[in-house]
């Protein structure tokens, strides 16, 4: 048995994280240490009326800190969330930011910052290129991100996903100055995420560290990284997810979401790239959309990874160390969770095809496929997802 209290660090990985059972209560001495006066918190509607909300308020508050809340954040944050931020961040006269939930609120929150100082549109920054280098960097507000959530690792992420609303499309804005410079990740913060939630964000944090272990790029550190945390959602994700308030289960299982989104700079692929315009068309749980097509886009990328698979398999220790072991695992551990089979049950119809096909062809995590995609490949794993049909199997 394994002594949560015992799970305690200060890491530096790849910005400081504050990591243990507790620490929400060093979010005073966080802004002190970062010159925050005047902290504005970053949330979604659901958690802004929550206990541990009011208790983190009520900390800064004690300390001086006085710390309203902006809670306009949709689930999947458009652009209006983002300007409603900036607007709500110059009224009240603030100098940094609390990012406080999942990766919705995070990734928020994390634009909002990084918007304060630019005359551009927040477009003009999509991950394309070097389209970064053009931001104003003087006047970008300093975040302190508290995730509530084990699944996009968007507290160590340098980028936020924001809908354009305009074209219904995900797109990844990116800046360096948008990794958040202190993280507290307190395992106690998810004892209360419903089961559905921890299993959707939980496949998510899988899915960044396959994806980064599967992509062709060259990144020996990613790949080590991204095989741990493939080893810490095997081991601890439904354990969080059959017992809410192990600590030691949530803490495991943040850490993946971080190690995930540490390794995927090496790059995503297929599952992102058919996930993303799911989300944006129907509004499906990114997370929950990235569990459901990731067995099919691990079929359809078997030439490429069979043996980077089995070698997976075999650090995980499955009990079948080759590729089929691994798809195994992957679809034992989607049905023991509860994620759907397919992306019918996700409200995808045949109707969806061509045009969600089309908008997965020109995401940017497509190019980073280990099997060249483009919307007809794309098109025909949706086409399995459909049918509920996994090639091999």
Request: aromatic share 6%.
């Amino acid at each position: 048995m394994i002594d949560p209290k015992t799970l305690v660090g200060n890491w530096s990985y790849p910005t400081s994280i504050r990591a243990g059972v507790g620490r929400i209560r060093e979010l005073p001495d966080a802004c002190r240490a970062l010159g925050i006066r005047r902290p504005l918190l970053v949330t979604d509607p659901a958690l802004a009326g929550l206990p541990i909300m009011a208790a983190a308020i009520d900390a800064n508050a004690s300390a001086g800190l006085p710390t309203p809340v902006f809670s306009e954040v949709r689930a999947n944050p458009v652009l209006a969330n983002v300007d409603a931020g900036v607007a709500a961040f110059r009224r009240g006269d603030h100098d940094g930011i609390i990012a406080f939930g999942g990766g919705s609120a995070l990734d928020c929150a994390k634009a909002i910052a990084f918007m304060i100082p630019q005359t551009r549109p927040i477009w003009d920054f999509e991950d394309v290129g070097d389209a970064w280098t053009g931001a104003q960097t003087s006047g970008i507000a300093p975040v302190i991100a508290v995730p509530t959530t084990a699944g996009t690792g968007s507290e160590v992420g340098r980028a936020a996903v924001i809908t354009d609303e305009a074209t219904r499309t995900k797109k990844i804005i990116f800046h360096p100055r948008m990794l958040p410079a202190i993280v507290i990740a307190d395992p106690e913060l998810l004892v209360g995420l419903p089961r559905r939630l921890t299993a959707a964000t939980g496949m998510d944090a899988l899915a960044h560290n396959l994806e980064a272990y599967c992509s062709p790029a060259h990144h020996p550190i990613a790949d080590g990284i991204a095989l741990e945390g493939m080893r810490l959602a095997k081991e601890w994700l439904a354990l969080a997810v059959r017992e809410p308030t192990n600590l030691a289960a949530r803490a495991y299982t943040l850490c993946a979401a971080h190690m995930g989104a540490a390794a995927f700079q090496k790059g995503l692929g297929a599952i992102h790239a058919l996930s993303h315009p799911l989300g944006s068309v129907l509004d499906t749980h990114h997370g929950e959309t990235n569990g459901v097509v990731m067995p099919y886009v691990l079929a359809f990328n078997r030439p490429a990874i069979e043996e980077k698979i089995a070698r997976a398999a075999r650090y995980l220790g499955l009990d079948r160390p080759d590729f089929d072991g691994f798809l195994d695992f992957v679809v034992a551990l989607r049905s023991e969770i509860g994620i759907p089979d397919g992306v019918r049950e996700l409200g995808m119809t045949e109707d969806h095809l061509d045009a969600l096909a089309a908008m997965a062809a020109v995401d940017p995590t497509a190019s980073g496929n280990p099997v060249p995609v483009g919307a007809a490949e794309l098109r025909e794993i949706y086409v399995a997802a459909l049918e509920g049909r996994i090639a091999g199997r």
